[in-house]
């Protein structure tokens, strides 16, 4: 199957199980002519590779790296549950057989495990015990040592080498005892079956836990796609029919019912609803919808039957676009984790070096039996070694975090977006749409010498026809209100920033700032000029219509404050960001607003292309800047700040060049990825200190450094066990990622 250029292929990948096992599947694949970015996911064993090529030279790739792949075709959540599942009940099986064979093994050694120089009894029991536990190696532990095969041949080592090291360490010492015993001294003839048997046992019993682990990670997404309907219901030559929901087709009649669920994105075409959009928004209270409103696929029709047409089909549905994303986010990695591959590729490498020279140490300088100790010491390192840990420590942690965002209807694009949210110092915010609710409207008009404002509304309502910003909006919604005919403008020319100027019915008008009126020489006179201060210092914004270069009225367009926009800020101050407020307003609108709201610094009457310039300005004070805005006009200013936030009512401009969406068109959302990717971070580095610290310290006590204070070695079954649920315990630490409350930080 040939991909379309910058389409995306996920490969799901068999044996990688540690972060060693990434180096080597990222190189083979970079060498693909043709390949983009490569995200590699530990946690769900994936592989979302950016570029065009053929998927059976992908599969080669990866085969040649030691790893077998296969392409994921988008399968049911069903499909996945029971792959996931039949995969759990497998490394419990194995579990089982390596405990059963192992455990009553290890009792037996406590009582009796040398070997005599003759064939007694014992001995003949324990070269059968060699052939039981060789085949608890080969049915438990196969995929180790295949595994460490396959890297071997693509030279590299992973976790599997270490494991088919360690455990084959043991059983190739045992044998040697129970078959040339004579070769050591009588003190050092101890069998070490049981050992092998029950690591292979342990880490199975370890990956099972994980496993099962895993599946809270991703319930996130698993709800998304849950929200997907399988069938619609399509009107279609006058019949209502159910059809597969792969079948919808672009302008499709569908009929909703209520407590269905809407199956792909459309406008409404007959009938009035109230829809629940939470999943989507994180919005909990139902939306009205009647003709001509949007539905997006996922939501929740609640009362009223309705008909709309489908506008966006299959992968192009918002619903879609969300889960890709998610996706995405949850395979990317942070740059906090990039530093724990770096360490897990030349860890594996190390750990065998540290496992030779200490059985290197022991046999030459150690106490009797010198030969014991140093296979002890060597296997134990192998095991206690493994980095498991260490690899799952950040995938996991971003998958909850970045889940738990969606949730919340926050959309974190990346893995960098996330990490740098939580570093943010200074907060910018544009004003309308952002902190205002981006609907104005006209509530007052004031005129000079008495001239009808119906005449002067009309006049700005013929120069703001066609334009889509929200000021002009509402000059046109009164127009409308007040059914005034709008005259066509010849000579139309919007000045960025200032305003517009046309010629309506002979005359010239000029629309806009009080600078358009001074570029212009249309004087404003003291009367007029008190009278648009106090409109400013009432949060309203003042325009100015001059009419053949005479000031002829001023029209106070009011956008009111979100409801929760100062509580919001509030959040934001209380996690120690700084706000700043970018407009294009005047200054006294603008500080009016920010009074309200609790803004620590205005810059008012801010050029269009010149917000990105503020954002640039903040970064080199040494700030940390998040922008936060809704328009075409702001897409600069996002792309260039550290973290852009797009508000998901917004354009899509906006949306496509930020690095964070927020669903809701709420500034609480802002708040919340602040804290959820601060509360991630923290998990992360709790994670990675753990699986550090975990491996630091095991290695000198697997060598034997207590061994001069106390007399013991660490026994390797202890090794595995501690390596085996240290893997669980980062999993479990992600997991509590699932109880964090927006609002209040938790660790």
């Not at 569908?254 to 009035?272: H, L, M, N, S």
């Not at 966006?312 to 986010?329: F, W, Y």
């Not at 906006?654 to 991630?680: K, N």
């Amino acid at each position: 199957m040939k991909h379309e250029k910058d389409s995306l292929t996920v490969l799901k990948i068999d044996g990688m199980h540690c972060a060693s096992c990434q180096a080597p599947i990222e190189r083979a694949l970079k060498e693909v002519p043709g390949i983009g970015d490569i995200n590699i996911n530990l946690a769900d064993r994936e592989v979302y590779v950016e570029g065009i090529t053929d998927d059976e030279i992908l599969v080669a790739a990866v085969a040649g790296a030691g790893y077998e792949a296969i392409i994921d075709r988008d399968e049911s959540p069903e499909a996945v549950d029971k792959a996931n599942q039949d995969y759990y009940r497998q490394l419990m099986r194995n579990t089982t057989l390596a405990l059963v064979v192992g455990v009553p093994l290890m009792i037996f050694g406590f009582f009796e495990s040398g070997i005599d120089a003759t064939w007694t009894t014992l001995r003949w029991f324990w070269l059968a015990m060699a052939g039981v536990t060789l085949g608890v190696l080969v049915l438990a532990g196969r995929h180790f040592y295949i595994g460490a095969w396959q890297a071997f041949k693509a030279h590299s080592a992973t976790m599997d080498t270490l494991i088919a090291l360690g455990t084959g360490m043991a059983w190739l010492y045992s044998i040697t005892i129970v078959l040339f015993p004579e070769l050591v001294p009588e003190i050092a003839r101890h069998v070490y079956f049981e050992a092998a048997a029950i690591i292979i046992g342990l880490i199975n019993l370890g990956q099972a836990l994980e496993q099962k682990a895993r599946g809270r990670t991703s319930q996130a997404i698993r709800r998304l796609l849950d929200l997907q309907e399988k069938t619609a219901r399509v009107v279609r030559d006058g019949e209502e029919i159910d059809v597969p929901i792969g079948d919808v087709l672009e302008g499709d009649i569908i009929r909703v019912r209520p407590g269905e669920k809407i199956a792909v994105d459309g406008v409404v075409a007959e009938g009035q609803t109230n829809i629940d959009e939470s999943m989507l928004t994180g919005e909990p209270v139902p939306v009205k919808k009647t003709e001509g409103d949007e539905v997006s696929a996922g939501t929740l029709n609640k009362t009223g039957s309705i008909l709309y047409r489908a506008t966006r089909v299959g992968a192009d549905t918002a619903l879609a676009r969300i889960i890709k994303m998610v996706r995405q986010a949850q395979n990317s990695k942070p740059p906090i984790g990039k530093l724990a591959d770096i360490i897990a590729g030349i860890f594996v490498p190390a750990v065998m070096l540290i496992a030779i020279a200490s059985a290197l140490v022991w046999f030459n300088v150690g106490p009797e039996p010198r030969a014991v100790y140093a296979i002890i010491t060597a296997v134990t390192i192998l095991i206690i070694a493994c980095p498991c840990a260490l690899g799952l420590a950040t995938p996991m942690s971003v998958m909850v975090g970045v889940g738990k965002a969606a949730e919340a209807g926050v959309l974190i694009r990346n893995g960098e977006a996330l990490q740098t949210a939580s570093q943010i110092t200074t907060m910018v915010l544009d004003k309308t749409g952002t902190i205002t609710a981006g609907r104005p409207e006209v509530v007052e008009i004031y005129t000079i010498d008495g001239r009808p404002e119906a005449d002067v509304l009309a006049l700005a309502a013929s120069l703001e026809t066609g334009s889509e910003h929200p000021l002009a909006e509402a000059i046109i919604d009164a127009a409308k209100q007040r059914q005034l005919d709008t005259p066509p403008v010849e000579g139309f020319e919007a000045i960025a920033g200032h305003g517009v100027k046309g010629v309506v019915k002979a005359t010239e008008v000029l629309f806009g700032n009080q600078k358009l009126m001074q570029q212009a020489a249309v004087e404003i006179d003291p009367t007029s000029l008190n009278r648009s201060n106090e409109m400013a210092e009432k949060a309203w914004t003042p325009m100015f219509l001059a009419a053949n270069g005479q000031l002829a009225a001023i029209i106070a367009v009011a956008d009111p404050i979100k409801q929760d926009s100062i509580e919001a800020i509030k959040r934001m101050h209380a996690n120690g960001l700084k706000i700043v407020m970018l407009t294009g307003d005047n200054e006294r609108t603008a500080r009016a607003v920010a009074s309200q709201v609790g803004i620590d610094e205005v810059r008012a009457e801010v050029l269009p292309d010149d917000k990105k310039d503020q954002v640039a300005e903040l970064q080199a004070r040494g700030e940390k800047v998040g922008m936060v805005g809704d328009g075409i006009n702001d897409a600069p200013a996002l792309a260039l700040a550290n973290v852009g936030f797009a508000i998901g009512t917004g354009t899509d401009v906006a949306i496509e060049s930020a690095d964070i969406t927020l669903m809701r068109g709420s500034l609480h959302g802002v708040a919340d990825a602040i804290e959820v990717s601060r509360a991630t971070l923290r998990n992360i580095r709790q994670n990675l200190f753990g699986a550090f610290i975990y491996n630091a310290a095991g290695i000198p006590f697997a060598a034997g450094v207590l061994y001069p204070v106390i007399g013991v070695l660490l026994n390797p079954i202890i090794a595995g066990a501690a390596m085996a649920f240290s893997s669980v315990t980062v999993v479990t630490n992600a997991n509590r990622l699932r109880l964090f409350t927006f609002g209040k930080e938790s660790s």
